[in-house]
């Protein structure tokens, strides 16, 4: 692999200008297709669950009925002394009832309130429940215009007019905390580089990689049916990878540089080394993201589809635009001093001298290795505590900032008509072949009337052939309490009865459903994918540590670091820990997909560091150090630039919880404080503490397993030897070098 990546390398840097214009190609070809795709429309489904049944049932029995389609609910509320019955102020509601399906051909439905009952009992509010015929994403710009300037027209009576439902829900777009994220990492990279151009670098290839990532996604979009997440999260990650993995190759570019290579030379051996780690790096990624398909929901497959394409592309961008470019920026990216004591044939400062930073660090943890492990998993364990509160579901208008119309709509609902009525269950009566089918759904609906906590039950609404009724059953606690999830299950319960005995079947489903399968989904799942994503990890670690204990020990290392920002994220979005400084309006269920896209995103991200980091301490440990100075060896070359990739990667993640879409908020924290905890703790405290403390152990293999796993050759210590062979003296550009000093080097 060493060999390999050495001569692409060498390649891409001496065919430069060829490969910049095949990415700029790239990049203009993926923007073409991205201008000219169409809108992209994406459905929520989760095969093999009561709920999703439910749906699919409705869709089949009641033509026309648009289950994914967009709806909107039109919340007028009368002023103080007023009702929404006297007649001014219901010529106001019945002007808007008119208006709407005249605004729009992509209106489904417009129900009048005055004829379906929906005002509150005090006569203060009503409502106008509006159904689409198109799914919120693909709703045109027109039709949301239209719905903003009816609701703007009504207000002007005098009446509080606010819209509810998702046809208004925009788009997540990128916002001034994202800059600020990547701005901060700009300047970690010139303080760790001494070089504007230097720290320019990484920022330019991930900017091109992640536009390319992000083009190519929204030319798919409509095609595969990507959420409207999709190509925000694979921003996130992008980004934050594409910078990382740039910034480990032009690390090892300048050191080679330094020790007297010839640029070419030196961007041939940066590839064949820094480029091995961040190739098999960026697999551990691509595995744990890729492996989100064994949960079987498709949206969370997709997204995790498009984060992995975008980590391919970061690694490729990494392992031939940064070469190329490095082409371009030659000896310029060392800052004027370095430049001059490597002309001058300056040992790099990191060899002799003032130990560094990291060098003083880790003599310090192998001086202390039992402490350092016991107050890390302690501190970890403390934070951790909250994670075992978790509560899971998904996010609904009650959790927008309360200055958005869908939020003021919600509350007023909420407060009008009770809590439960922004998460109505509707329960699914299938009676195809009942001789007396009104008898049953009758039946139905009066065991669910029965049910605790059902405040209210409409009466049963046939197809047209008379063989599925649907009924609304309204809870009395909001949507995302444990109560109404409860209710869920005891409505299930209550209808199941009924169908034993009757020979029919009972579906209950709507949003509030949705979300306990959702979340029960997610909690089954969480297992077989932990074991699938760890165990095909593992086995990539052992091929490049050669190592029982190391993977073992780096995998476990995750599994603290994952509960400790679980914990973390309970406390903040679920228990409204410093709300106000993270902007959380609504403290509440953590979102169901966002532990196991963590566990997912997480383990990848916390394996590159391993690599980055150990890979350094093997190399000097299998050149003849010892275990405790190879651990300083790693600490020495390893730390200030890894330190600086786990800086810049928080600073991304963190610029994104700055969104005021709740899930990008949630991820980009959740994935902020992960990084934090398994690069600052786990990998710069605790892995060396173990590592110090299982001595030669840890890098044991058996020899067995040693001869059958294939050497991959991740250090490039076959490169070294190859390279030893043919850069005798007289016979290339870097004769005369001290080549022991090189191999001591990594």
Do not use: C
């Amino acid at each position: 692999m060493a060999t390999f990546l050495y001569k692409l390398g060498r390649l891409a840097f001496r065919r430069r200008i060829i490969v910049v214009l095949m990415w700029v190609a790239a990049l203009a070809l993926t923007g073409v297709g991205a201008a000219s795709a169409p809108t992209s429309g994406s459905s929520f489904a989760i095969p093999g669950t009561e709920a999703q049944k439910a749906f699919d049932l409705i869709d089949e029995r009641f033509p026309g009925s648009s289950v994914d389609g967009a709806v909107a609910r039109v919340v007028f509320k009368a002023p103080d002394g007023e009702t929404m019955t006297s007649p001014e102020n219901k010529a106001v509601v019945e002007k808007v009832v008119k208006d709407l399906p005249a605004g729009s051909d992509q209106i489904g439905q417009v129900t009048d309130p005055y004829k379906a009952n929906a005002i509150s009992e005090d006569g203060s509010t009503a409502y106008v429940a509006v159904s689409y015929k198109l799914t919120t994403l693909e709703l045109t710009d027109d039709t949301r215009k239209s719905l903003e300037d009816i609701g703007a027209d009504a207000r002007k009576s005098g009446l509080t007019v606010e819209i509810g439902g998702d046809a208004l829900q925009a788009i997540p777009a990128a916002g001034a905390t994202e800059a600020l994220g990547v701005a901060v990492a700009a300047v970690v990279l010139i303080v760790t580089f001494g070089s504007l151009i230097a720290a320019g670098l990484p920022l330019l290839t991930a900017l091109i990689g992640v536009a390319v990532s992000v083009s190519i996604i929204a030319t798919l979009a409509s095609a595969m049916d990507f959420d409207s997440t999709t190509s925000v999260l694979a921003m996130m990650i992008g980004l934050a990878v594409g910078i990382d993995y740039a910034l480990f190759i032009v690390s090892r570019y300048r050191a080679e540089l330094m020790e007297g290579h010839e640029p070419q030379d030196a961007a041939g051996r940066a590839a064949g080394t820094a480029g091995s780690a961040v190739f098999f790096a960026g697999l551990t990624v691509v595995i744990a993201l890729v492996g989100l398909a064994v949960v079987n929901i498709p949206m969370l497959t997709k997204m995790g589809l498009a984060a992995a394409g975008t980590v391919v592309i970061a690694v490729l961008v990494a392992l031939t635009l940064v070469p190329a470019v490095l082409g371009f920026a030659g000896k310029r990216v060392l800052g004027r001093k370095a430049r001059k004591r490597q002309q001058e044939g300056e040992r790099p400062a990191s060899t002799h001298g003032k130990p560094n930073m990291g060098t003083r660090w880790a003599h310090f943890v192998v001086r202390r290795p039992l402490i350092v492990v016991l107050v890390g998993v302690v501190g970890l364990g403390v934070a951790a505590v909250p994670a075992a509160s978790l509560e899971m579901g998904l996010p609904d208008n009650g959790s927008q900032p309360t200055s958005t119309t869908q939020r003021k709509a919600y509350d007023i609902l909420s407060d009008s008509f009770g809590p439960g009525f922004n998460g109505p269950l509707v329960v699914v009566v299938d009676v195809k072949g009942d001789n007396d089918a009104e008898a049953t759904v009758g039946q139905v609906a009066n065991a669910v009337k029965g049910v605790k906590d059902v405040v209210a039950v409409t009466p049963p609404t046939f197809n047209e052939a008379g063989d599925t009724a649907m009924i609304t059953a309204v809870p009395k606690d909001r949507p995302s309490s444990v109560n109404t999830e409860n209710l869920v299950h005891d409505v299930r319960d209550a209808g199941g009865e009924v169908a034993s005995e009757t020979g029919s079947t009972v579906l209950v489903t709507g949003a509030t459903a949705l979300n306990t399968d959702f979340s029960q989904k997610m909690n089954d799942a969480l297992v077989p994918y932990l074991a699938v994503v760890v165990g095909l990890a593992f086995l990539l670690l052992m091929l490049i540590f050669r190592s029982i204990l190391v993977p073992l020990k780096a995998a476990l290392g995750f599994l603290l670091s994952v509960i400790a920002s679980l914990g973390a994220v309970v406390a903040v979005f679920q228990w409204g820990w410093l709300s106000d400084f993270f902007g959380i309006e609504q403290a509440g269920p953590i979102m169901s997909m966002v532990p196991i896209f963590m566990v997912g995103t997480v383990f990848g991200l916390a394996m590159d560091y391993e690599v980055f980091l150990v890979t350094r301490m093997r190399e000097a440990y299998v050149h003849g150090e010892q275990p405790t100075q190879a651990i300083s060896t790693g600490f020495r070359h390893g730390a200030r630039v890894v330190t600086a990739a786990a800086v810049i990667m928080i600073a991304v993640f963190a610029g994104f919880s700055g969104s005021t879409e709740s899930m990008i908020k949630l991820i980009g924290f959740s994935l902020a404080v992960a990084v934090f905890f398994d690069a600052f703790v786990v990998r710069m405290a605790i892995v060396p503490a173990v590592l110090a403390l299982l001595g030669d152990k840890a890098w044991w293999l058996p020899r067995w397993l040693d001869r059958l796993l294939p050497n991959v050759d991740v250090e490039g210590d076959q490169l070294r030897r190859k390279l030893a062979e043919e850069q005798r003296p007289g016979q290339g550009p870097d004769s005369g070098q001290d080549w022991n000093r090189g191999m001591a080097r990594v």
